[in-house]
């Protein structure tokens, strides 16, 4: 994920290194210069033009749409309330603010998780300490000094 933000590693100013500082900002440790990786670029001028479109954000910034998309996928951004522009669910199509799935089929696909995990635990509980075809009676682990 960091390679597809820009992630400033040394500074403009000095060729120090930089530091990160929370929410896409990074700060020279030498000379202090502030600069900012693309979700800091992108995140500080939809803050000051809110309801911008990714083009006017690509415009401004420099970050390219396709880097704004993924952020609106990884639910790092969001589309303005309001806004012409929406993105839709990648499993039933609703219309969406950010992320790739509506709430009701998250919740799907999380409880489909969880039972998996739980049928998963519930096989492998069976399977353990139980003795199987063919080994009734038999030691299935030996100590190395026997």
């Known amino acids: 994920m960091m390679n597809y ?7 403009k100013k000095c060729n120090g290194v930089m530091i990160f500082r929370g929410v896409g ?3 020279c440790e030498d000379c202090g210069y502030v600069d900012y990786d693309d ?3 992108v ?3 939809i803050e000051a033009h809110k309801g911008a479109t990714a083009v006017e954000i690509e415009a401004a910034t420099g970050v ?10 990884e639910s790092r951004i969001e589309v303005a309330e309001g806004s012409k522009m929406f993105l839709h669910c990648e499993r039933c199509g609703k219309e969406i603010r950010s992320g790739r799935f509506c709430e009701e089929c ?3 696909i999380h409880r489909n998780m969880e039972e998996q995990q739980r049928e998963k635990l519930r096989r492998d509980k069976r399977g353990y300490g139980h003795s199987q075809a063919g080994e009734e009676g038999q030691r299935r682990f030996m100590r190395e000094h026997e």
Not at 5 to 11: L, S
């Open 106 to 108: 998250e919740a799907k």
């Open 5 to 11: 933000y820009h992630v400033p590693r040394y500074c």
């Open 43 to 45: 995140r500080l001028y």
């Open 64 to 73: 390219s749409q396709r880097a704004i998309r993924r952020m609106l996928r």
């Open 39 to 41: 979700y800091g670029k």
């Open 25 to 27: 900002e990074y700060q």
